[in-house]
């Protein structure tokens, strides 16, 4: 047996317990390992994303068009791959995700509601209705039709699209964006993402864009507001 302190052995061992909450923590948030990015060109060649819509009552613009898919019927109680519906938003771990979508060039409006249970009340406000409450809370959802994913979880997690959609009620795959089918491209942060869409990470103000089919349409950005 090594003749070293025993103090020393301790101060050892606190270090490698540190290390272990480190490595742990960090692959909980997939922090471990890299995405998959390449630059938005790799893609193809990128059409100017169209102007923005009306700004919203989060203060993110609503696109002015069709919604992607209804907002879904997520009932009370109901758990989506682990993720709960409960009476009460849990705002433990509290984050934000901007999704945008467009459909062979059209852009399409994420619905309010996503992720609350029917009834949904919420107040309707010059620049669109928001939604305060609901039978349940997702972990995941949406109060207004500006793509601003709510993240609200009793725990830190890293959910990915897949989870959103899975709550949503509507398919995700590289083929499939709810509703419509087509080639799938994913931008994730203003770069092109070559891996599997339903793994993308929702991570704090993640700016995430699908596009099915032709044109591609170069990816937005938007500037989070204060409070999101």
């Known amino acids: 047996m090594s003749a070293l302190p025993r103090r020393v052995w301790i101060a050892a061992a ?16 997939g922090g471990g390992k890299p995405l998959p990015l390449e630059p938005a060109a790799a893609a193809g060649s990128l059409a100017p994303a169209p102007p923005a819509g009306p700004i919203g009552p989060e203060g993110v613009s609503i696109p002015a068009a069709q919604a992607l898919a209804p907002a879904g019927g997520l009932v009370a109680g109901e758990t989506v791959d682990g993720i709960s519906c409960e009476p009460l938003e849990r705002l433990a771990y509290h984050i934000h995700v901007h999704l945008t979508v467009f459909v062979n060039g059209a852009a399409r409006r994420i619905p309010y509601g996503i992720g609350i249970a029917a009834p949904r009340t919420g107040t309707r406000t010059p620049s669109g209705f928001f ?37 949503w009620h509507q398919p995700l795959g590289a083929n499939r964006v709810g509703p419509f089918r087509g080639h799938v491209v994913a931008f994730y942060n203003g770069r092109d993402y070559a891996g599997n869409v339903r793994q993308i990470p929702l991570r704090k103000h993640a700016q995430v ?14 500037t989070f507001p204060a409070g999101l």
Do not use: M, N
Not at 209 to 222: D, F, S
């Open 131 to 167: 939604v305060t409450s609901g039978s349940c809370f997702s972990w995941l959802h949406t109060h207004a039709s500006d793509g601003i994913i709510h993240i609200e979880s009793p725990s830190p997690r890293t959910y990915t699209l897949g989870d959103f959609f899975d709550v």
């Open 209 to 222: 864009q699908l596009v099915v089919g032709k044109p591609l349409i170069a990816p937005e950005t938007i």
């Open 14 to 29: 606190g270090v490698i317990a540190a290390v272990v909450v480190v490595v742990v923590v960090s692959a909980s948030f």
